[in-house]
């Protein structure tokens, strides 16, 4: 059996997946709420890793160009 070298994502309860959604009046079917926790803690992850990326001091934000 082999491992992945990326860590585990974090377990999102199903309690906030509910109580998110009731929150922001989004319908989710019961049968999707399991998917909906893992794709969670998969982008908890994700943000996880961006946050702990260290920058420098000097660094500046991107300009923001507008049409």
């Known amino acids: ?4 070298s990326s860590p585990k994502a974090p ?4 309690a906030y997946v509910a109580a998110a959604a009731a929150l ?6 019961p049968a999707w709420a399991a ?4 794709n969670l803690a998969v982008l ?3 943000a996880e890793r961006v946050a702990a990326f260290p920058l420098p001091d ?3 934000a991107a300009p923001v160009f507008e049409a």
């Not at 377990?11 to 199903?14: D, G, I, R």
């Not at 922001?24 to 079917?29: A, R, S, W």
């Open 44 to 46: 908890r992850a994700a």
């Open 24 to 29: 922001l009046g989004l319908p989710v079917d």
């Open 35 to 38: 998917s909906v926790a893992d």
């Open 11 to 14: 377990e999102v309860p199903a």
């Open 58 to 60: 000097e660094a500046e």
């Open 1 to 4: 059996m082999t491992q992945s």
